[in-house]
């Protein structure tokens, strides 16, 4: 059974800094990109950022770049989402997700095309 847990999230003043994590289990997923995905009361969900399990080559929105940096640990099986300079608009549930393909294929691909969620975490930054 795969699952794919997030956790680290929580209330933040803007300007601070939060990392969540996703814990992958159940499957290889060699071939995967793992993307971060976030949505906002009222909003449909976007995309954050992705990497590719194995290069570890990563994509990201142009609103959290430069602000946010994905990363994977492939000894926990784990992927992290580095969070810093955050704002009131990045308040949303996070969630973590896996697709088959690479980090530049996840960030262009919809969210219906991804395998595996993770259950979300909320981040909420206070101004």
């Known amino acids: 059974q795969v699952q794919l847990v997030e956790s680290g999230g929580g209330l933040v003043q803007a300007g601070g800094s939060l990392r969540l994590s996703c814990a992958a289990s159940?499957?290889?997923?060699?071939?995967?990109?793992m993307g971060w995905f976030r949505q906002a009361p009222g909003k449909e969900r976007e995309f954050v950022a992705a990497?590719?399990?194995?290069?570890?080559?990563?994509s990201y929105a142009d609103s959290v770049k430069g602000r946010f940096t994905i990363s994977r640990n492939n000894a926990k099986n784990t992927v992290y989402l580095q969070m810093n300079s955050l704002k009131p608009e990045d308040t949303a549930v996070y969630y973590c997700?896996?697709?088959?393909?690479?980090?530049?294929?996840?960030?262009?691909?919809?969210?219906?095309?991804?395998?595996?969620w993770g259950q979300g975490t909320q981040v909420t930054v206070s101004s």
């Open positions: 997700a896996a697709r088959f393909g690479t980090a530049a294929q996840a960030m262009r691909a919809s969210p219906k095309t991804y395998a595996y």
């Open positions: 159940g499957r290889t997923f060699s071939s995967y990109a």
């Open positions: 990497i590719s399990w194995s290069s570890g080559s990563t």
